[in-house]
Each structure stands twice: as C-alpha cells, then as structure tokens.
C-alpha cells in the first residue's frame, strides 16, 4: 500500500469530507491506518483507546435506527458527556456561527429552516454514506489525561487516512445515541464512546465539500517566549 501524500501534505489537506462515494476501502488499509495511528503518545504508555469498525449490512442497521431516533426525536436519549460549552462566548461563538453559515450557503439551506438543518445534521447518522464507520472508545475508568491521549490518536487516524488518499470525518453526533450504538455494535457500558469517525473516499460533486473552514494565524493563538 503506497502512500498517496506526505506528512505535511496529509496535515494540509485533512478536512471534514461530508459526502462520500460508495467505493469500498479494503479492510487491510484500514488495519493499516489503525497500525500507524497506534503510535500516538500516550501517557506511561497507557494506550487507553480502543476503536470499533463496522461496514456493510452492520453499518445499514446501525444507520437505520439511528437515524429513526434523530427523526422521530426518540425519548430518553441524551449527551454522554458535554462536549461544548454550556454557554457560548466569543471567539468560539463567531467560529461556530460561520461554519454553519458557510456550509448551508453551500446547501442552499436558508437561514431559519430548521427541517432542512435537521436533515442535514441526519446525514451524520448515515455516515455522510461512507462506506466505513469507526467509533473510538475510552475506559471509563480513565481519567482527562486519557482522554487527551484519545485525542492524538483520533488525529493519527485521520493523517493516516489521508496518506491512502481517504477523507473522513470526527462525528461527535453519535453521542445523543449512544445507546443505541452501544447495543448494535455490542460495546461493553465499560466503554464510553468519545466519537464516530466517517472513513472513504471524497464525492467531488458534493457542494458541501467545497467548504474550507478558516484557521487563525499562528500570532493569534501562540505566544512565543523566545530569546
């Protein structure tokens, strides 16, 4: 398996890719991927990750109820875990504000109507049709150190992926149902599922993957103490 892009190249290029094709990835340069994402640092080398990867007929059923749930607004579903704040404030405000903007721009999706950003956000439980889908775990038991762990390790994949010229997407969506996911896939309660990784190759047509989101220049967010 040759690589498609170096390391640098493989950090430019990664993005959020919201609509797949349907072309398959082979299980190998999946098992590949993990291989390499494996080599992310962790505290005493604690390795507290573990990743579940679902594809086929087991990927449809997951979807299919999932997406049921989000439909009919299922009781009794709620957040594992907070992932944003409980109260927004600038900058963070603006920033989410503008990818909202721009990737419904990109939709035709007007300003105000909830039952199209509803089907939209309804696309996540679909994996935005990838072929693969893979859900990171952490032990409940772990502490936030852990979790910091898990997130170099999400970012390897993600590299990895685009070295074998594959697109993907960080979904925490999966949260709100993660019951769900948890029965369908068989993942102990033990394990908190932190997120939901999208994983195939970028549609090109897709308007939605003409979105490239704005990052701060290194001054705005690096103080150098230099000497």
């Known amino acids: 398996m040759k690589a498609h892009c170096d390391a640098f190249e493989a950090l430019e290029t990664r993005r959020s890719v919201r609509a797949f094709l349907p072309d398959p990835v082979p299980r190998e340069t999946v098992e590949r ?6 080599r992310a640092p962790s505290g005493t080398n604690l390795q507290p990750w573990k990743v579940w990867v679902v594809n086929g007929e087991r990927r449809a059923r997951l979807s299919a109820r999932l997406l049921e749930a989000h439909e ?18 600038e900058p963070y405000l603006s920033r989410r504000r503008k990818i909202g903007k721009d ?7 007007a300003k105000g109507d909830e039952p199209a950003m509803n089907r939209q956000y309804g696309r996540n439980y679909l994996f935005f049709d990838a072929p693969v889908g893979l859900f990171v775990t952490v032990d409940r038991r772990m502490q936030l150190g852990s979790w910091l762990d898990v997130g170099c390790f999400l970012q390897s994949v993600l ?8 697109h993907t997407c960080l979904q925490q969506s999966f949260s709100k149902y993660h019951r769900i996911v948890h029965a369908e896939l068989g993942i102990p309660e033990s394990e ?24 701060e220049p ?5 103080t150098f103490l230099w000497s």
């Open 33 to 38: 991927i993990l291989a390499l994402a494996s």
């Open 72 to 89: 009919t607004q299922a009781p009794g579903h709620s957040e594992e875990y907070p992932y944003y704040p409980l109260k927004w404030e």
């Open 103 to 109: 990737l419904y721009g990109l939709l035709g999706i």
């Open 159 to 166: 590299v990895a992926a685009r070295g074998f010229g594959l």
């Open 192 to 215: 908190i599922i932190t997120c939901g990784i999208a994983l195939g190759y970028e549609n090109p047509d897709a308007p939605e993957n003409r979105l490239v989101t704005e990052r």
């Open 218 to 222: 290194v001054p705005s967010f690096a």
